[in-house]
């Protein structure tokens, strides 16, 4: 610092994700930055875990390609997939990932439940929070009558991407649903909210930001939590209290 000297120290993480080595070495520095990546995905994230000069939760998206490491301008793309026709068991949600939203497909397939050792239907979730996903299904039977006790659900997110967040819950709700009566969401639909045990949905922060980018994408619908106050021109903004009325929205029923 005294020579105005910049000074790039690279290490590793412990499995508890704290970095390795003294704590004295972290307060010192003026930036952490951590690079993170699934074996299995193309993607890699920069994030700040601190940062003396700007907002601590920023993130960089670049792409891992044979030819190195690309900067994303746009990700999304990597998280969403293309269909001709909509196809029951989709549904697209906008997720923060530090201060930039990024629209993720999340994909559910309910089918016929077959006897296993412990006589239990399967539920197999990837990119998704376990417990959450396991709440979500629980609501959705008990407070809108979408009956999947007995089947087996499979959920999944495109291209490897992680969401633990509870925005993507009625997302989630609503794909589950979808698949399990086989019928299509619009296209252009997003969904963004929390969906609390009493099947009420519950507000989020960023709702305006989340949208603005959905809108940017040729999204036209979204349904959100009530008390939202959103307004987007061009785009229709649907204020949802409970799981059941989202569902009515999409003219998914129960039983």
């Not at 005294?2 to 499995?15: A, P, S």
């Not at 909210?193 to 949905?201: R, Y």
């Not at 603005?212 to 307004?231: I, N």
Request: one cysteine or more; hydrophobic letters at 45%.
């Amino acid at each position: 610092k005294e020579r105005d000297i910049t000074l790039l120290l690279v290490g590793h993480v412990t499995k508890d994700g704290s970095i390795a080595g003294p704590r004295l070495l972290e307060h010192i520095v003026d930036v952490v930055l951590q690079f993170e990546g699934e074996r299995h995905s193309r993607l890699r994230l920069i994030r700040a875990i601190k940062n003396r000069f700007g907002a601590s939760d920023e993130v960089g998206c670049f792409e891992l390609s044979d030819t190195g490491i690309t900067s994303v301008l746009d990700p999304t793309g990597l998280f969403t997939s293309r269909h001709a026709e909509p196809v029951p068991g989709t549904c697209v949600t906008v997720t923060l990932e530090g201060r930039r939203p990024l629209l993720a497909e999340i994909q559910a397939l309910v089918s016929q439940g077959r006897d296993n050792d412990f006589g239990n239907a399967r539920r197999v979730v990837s990119g998704l929070d376990s417990a959450r996903t396991s709440m979500t299904l629980a609501v959705l039977e008990l407070r809108a009558a979408i009956k999947i006790g007995g089947r087996d659900v499979y959920a999944a997110t495109v291209g490897g991407m992680k969401m633990a967040e509870p925005a993507a819950d009625l997302a989630l709700a609503l794909a589950v649903a979808s698949a399990a009566k086989g019928l299509a969401l619009p296209a252009d639909l997003v969904a963004i909210g929390e969906v609390g045990l009493a099947g009420e949905i519950r507000k989020i922060s960023g709702v305006d930001r989340r949208l603005q980018e959905a809108f940017r994408l040729g999204f036209k619908r979204a349904l959100v939590p009530a008390g939202s106050d959103v307004k987007i021109a061009g785009m229709e903004i649907v204020e949802v209290s409970r799981l059941d009325q989202a569902l009515q929205r999409v003219k998914i029923s129960g039983e």
